[in-house]
């Protein structure tokens, strides 16, 4: 069974610009999770969906960064404009529903700027 | 959610078993205990959950004492690929995942 497909696998982009990180949810799942892992703060989530409507959106950082889900099983997390800072891998996990229903992350995306 | 305590690092025999302990004192009623674990440069990944009661799949097993207070993964015969950080989540009702520093597993061959 495919599992959460992330893309690209490595972003490396210059401050300024635009950054688009895609994320393909497993089949049959309505519920997309995206995280940001670094060194320093650990996995942090950033914004969960639920049947593609928003629910909490309280770890996004800052305006520079939005999420979509354009149809059900795909999302996309951008960045405009990037810094430095928001260098880390990020990743994107999808559930079947709420509950107690685990959670199954992609391998990220790992993203430099420079 | 409960806060949960993991020893830093173990180290384990190849072939032998793995037993990852992890302290969740506060744990409520309504609480789960989830294990997840992240092999390097990949997604953390899923291995199993569970109540009250222990709890087997294909990877490992979950034995919860009867207060819930603690609990202990088994992965049964672990290989080289098993050497990962391996993360103790409490959670209740809900979505949020909350990953502490987890414990890092090395399988020694």
């Known amino acids: 069974d495919a599992g959460v497909i992330q893309s690209p696998r490595h972003e490396v982009t210059e401050m300024g610009q635009e950054v688009t990180l895609r994320c393909k949810l497993i089949?049959?799942?309505?519920?997309l999770f995206w995280y940001r892992q670094t060194m320093m703060r650990g996995l942090e989530l950033l914004i969960y969906f639920n049947n593609n409507v928003p629910i909490d959106d309280s770890g996004m950082p800052e305006d520079r960064f939005s999420a979509k889900m354009p149809n059900a099983s795909f999302s996309t997390l951008k960045i405009q404009p990037s810094e430095p800072r928001d260098s880390a891998v990020y990743f994107c996990?999808?559930?079947?529903?709420?509950?107690?229903?685990?959670?199954?992350f992609g391998d990220g995306t790992r993203l430099s700027i420079l | 959610d409960a806060k949960t305590t993991q020893p830093p690092s173990m180290d384990c025999a190849e072939g032998r078993a793995a037993n990852l302990p992890c302290n969740h004192s506060?744990?409520?009623?309504?609480?789960?205990v989830y294990w997840y674990r992240q092999i390097h440069s990949q997604g953390p990944q899923y291995i199993i959950h569970?109540?009250?009661n222990n709890e087997t799949n294909e990877m490992a097993s979950l034995i919860i004492t009867e207060d819930r207070k603690s609990s202990t993964l088994i992965l049964p015969h672990a290989t080289l690929r098993d050497t990962a950080v391996y993360y103790c989540?409490?959670?209740?009702?809900?979505?949020?995942?909350?990953f502490g520093k987890g414990t890092k597993l090395s399988v020694i061959p």
């Open positions: 089949s049959g799942h309505n519920s």
């Open positions: 506060t744990i409520s009623g309504n609480e789960y």
């Open positions: 996990a999808s559930s079947a529903g709420g509950g107690q229903q685990p959670q199954h």
């Open positions: 989540i409490v959670r209740r009702d809900g979505y949020q995942l909350t």
């Open positions: 569970g109540l009250k």
